[in-house]
């Protein structure tokens, strides 16, 4: 799997967006970027991944950049339940098992 | 709620004894997969299985082996236990080989 980069922490304010980067500037063409959260010792959860187009689902959007070196994670109005670890993977789809990085240690602040 | 279960959610134990963990995958997934997280540790990949097959082995030690059964569900065995061994131990499903669900994880402790 390609090495991604995250920022260790990072600080957001109640209700406001949480945009988390990553790098990933040795993707390849047939790899996807994943993201998943890990909120507190629980199971980690899966929250969007893509491949070049930007994605959109309920929980987050996923703003890859044209060159697919770097990606940004967007949470549009951060809750305090967001308070997690965010971990940003790239792997091709049919790959094998995640390779979880350090992440990003995100904290929604009242 | 992800549809993977784990059982059982905590354990204490002592040195040197066995502990069997289970895990049951979402409704149709075929591959399993087992992870470990010691304290303010990353999550290490141990091992997946793929219809009953081993697919893949990452960091696993010797004293642990693990299995996937016929209905698909997996046990983990750790052996000659360790406090080294003191860990949350998670196991994932998938479909395919794409987005892994994760179950809420086993707490070890050994004393």
């Known amino acids: 799997d390609a090495k991604t980069t995250q920022p260790p922490s990072m600080d957001c304010a109640e209700g406001r967006a949480a945009n988390l980067p990553c790098n990933h500037s040795?993707?390849?063409?047939?790899?996807?970027v994943y993201w998943y959260r890990q909120i507190h010792s629980q199971g980690p959860q899966y929250i969007i991944h893509g491949l070049k187009n930007n994605e959109t689902n309920e929980m987050a959007s996923l703003i890859i950049t044209e060159d697919r070196k770097s990606s940004t994670l967007i949470l549009p109005h951060a809750t305090l339940r967001d308070t997690a670890v965010y971990y940003c993977?790239?792997?091709?789809?049919?790959?094998?098992?995640?390779?979880f990085g350090k992440g990003t240690r995100l904290s929604v602040i009242a | 709620d992800s549809g993977v279960t784990q059982t059982p959610k905590h354990l204490i134990t002592a040195t040197g004894q066995r502990v069997t963990l289970r895990c049951s995958p979402r409704s149709g997934d075929l591959s399993v997969y087992w992870y470990q997280q010691s304290l303010d540790q990353g999550l290490q990949f141990l091992i997946q299985y793929y219809n009953g097959e081993e697919r893949a082995k990452g960091n696993i030690l010797e004293r642990f082996s693990a299995q996937q059964f016929p209905d698909l569900h997996s046990e983990l065995n750790l052996s000659s236990l360790e406090l080294g061994d003191s860990a949350l131990y998670f196991c994932?499903?998938?479909?395919?080989?794409?987005?892994?669900?994760f179950g809420e994880g086993s707490r070890l402790t050994v004393l």
């Open positions: 993977i790239v792997r091709v789809a049919t790959g094998p098992h995640l390779v």
């Open positions: 040795t993707i390849s063409g047939n790899e996807y």
């Open positions: 994932a499903s998938s479909v395919s080989t794409g987005e892994l669900f």
